[in-house]
């Protein structure tokens, strides 16, 4: 048993990186920003990281379609071949060398980053035994609220679906507002916040479909019980409407690195940040960020831009391990999908909340026989493709 663990302590390298390609079609169209962004089908990535002792973890990359932020799932595969061949050989339980060497291979580029730091996190928890929410400094697998997901539309269809979402446990809404029309936007959100029951609210996402004026216009003339999310498009413009109005704001598509969350905290641009592993570049950064926020004192929603359950569940272990009162919400990108890669598996939506897995690492095993064949697979410096 000790020469087991001494080994394991010792002795690990990664010796191979298998990629796959996974289209994921949405049920139904994705309508944001103002209904500039469609969202029809999501490219996602997985990789599966071998070790040279018979361990494996797997990690998802799958940005939001093409429009949301600067990545798409081909560049995802492009960054992962520059990446795996320099990490042959490294130890993937060293969290933070690989991911120096990854920023020293290929700076930026983040959501190519993060499929290879979740399964080199998966790994670390293989070996610990321990599943990743504890890892990443939960005491146990609290539950997390999950919020529901409204397509931008007329107000009496979102209502609609909010009464839908509410049957079915939900309590926390994400919607979808803003467009160039502050009195339409006023009409659309007093008429949704007058439908609401007791017992719920809406974080209004204008994903920054406002200019500063008409975000200012338009949040001093209703009156909100939840949140104001990404009014405008950079973090300067939403901290110059944080100024002037009383609503709380959670800061979502501005964020991108540690330093543009400290940025946001100096000027005072939010009380919530939205931290999406995928767009920062992993779990590694992605706790920094949320360790940094619960110190400031920020609320934190945690889930990932896209992707199959695999990520959710990934974004569901950071979110448990929250601190209960800095942690504001999750949400699902499952729901939206009309794909499933690993059926029954991972995170799910049980009434309104999920609950981490309980297995060492992030607890979802993807069948390789169902995925099919690899798209490229990285072994000691050879590339099969
Ligand atoms: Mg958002």
Partial sequence: ????????????????????????????????????????????????????????????SCPWGNTYTPADGP?????????????????????????????????????AKSAI????????????GMPLWRLLGGTEADLVAVTSSISIGPSDEMIALIRDAYSKGYRIHSA????SDPVADIACIQAV??????DEKVAYDVCRAWLPAVAIQVLNNVSVRGWIEQPCQTLQQCAHVASRITHPII?????????????AWRLGACEGVKVKPNRVGGLTKARQIRDFGVAVGWQVHVDDLGGSPLADTAAIHLASSTPAANRLASSLCYHHLAADPVPGQGARSIDGFAAPPTAPGLGVEPDITALGMPASVFRKGRRHA
């Fill in 1 to 60: 048993m000790v020469a087991l663990a001494e080994k394991r302590c010792i002795l690990m390298k990664i010796v191979g990186i298998a990629v796959w390609q996974l289209d994921l079609p949405l049920t139904t169209p994705y309508w944001g920003s103002g209904g500039r962004l469609k969202i029809e089908k999501l490219d996602s990535t997985l990789v599966r990281v071998d070790t040279d002792a018979g361990v494996s973890g797997w990690g998802e």
């Fill in 75 to 111: 560049r995802v595969r492009a960054g992962i071949a520059v990446l795996a061949p320099l990490l042959m050989k490294q130890d993937p339980r060293s969290l933070e060398a690989i991911n120096r060497t990854m920023d020293t291979v290929l700076p930026g580029h983040q959501y």
């Fill in 117 to 128: 730091d979740m399964a080199c996190w998966d790994i670390l928890g293989k070996v610990t």
């Fill in 176 to 179: 979808m507002v803003g467009g």
């Fill in 193 to 198: 916040e007058a439908a609401l029951k007791s």
């Fill in 251 to 263: 800061l979502d598509e501005c964020l991108y690195t540690f330093e543009d969350y400290l940025s």
